[in-house]
């Protein structure tokens, strides 16, 4: 288990940019991939965006592609996000996890789970 502490959620019009980060606990940190999730009222939690151990492979879903970018820093125990190009349809609570291993698209394949920032957006 790892503890997870997501930041930097916020209002932003549609267009604008966001920057959220995850702390971790752990020095273990680059044993494990990271990725975001999300979920806005009435909907599942979707997979947004994995990247590797390493930080060397990185994954998005369709609709973030060209628009997000997932980074990691292992000497600092944090993983980033960056929205770019914000459209009221990312609106949603955006939630860190952890798995060790690998990467995956799947939220039941995460064992740590962060507690969550909210992303408004507006129109």
């Known amino acids: 288990q790892v503890q997870l502490v997501e930041s930097g959620g916020g209002l932003v019009q549609a267009g604008g940019s966001l920057r959220l980060s995850c702390a971790a606990s752990?020095?273990?940190?680059?044993?494990?991939?990271m990725g975001w999730f999300r979920q806005a009222p009435g909907k599942e939690r979707e997979f947004v965006a994995a990247i590797s151990k390493s930080g060397g492979n990185t994954y998005y879903t369709d609709s973030v592609k060209g628009r997000f970018t997932i980074t990691r820093d292992n000497a600092k125990n944090t993983v980033f996000l960056q929205m770019n190009s914000l459209k009221p349809e990312d609106t949603a609570v955006y939630y860190c996890?952890?798995?060790?291993?690998?990467?995956?698209?799947?939220?039941?394949?995460?064992?740590?789970w962060g507690q969550g920032t909210q992303v408004t957006v507006s129109s």
């Open positions: 752990r020095r273990t940190f680059s044993s494990y991939a």
């Open positions: 996890a952890a798995r060790a291993g690998s990467s995956s698209y799947s939220a039941l394949e995460y064992g740590s």
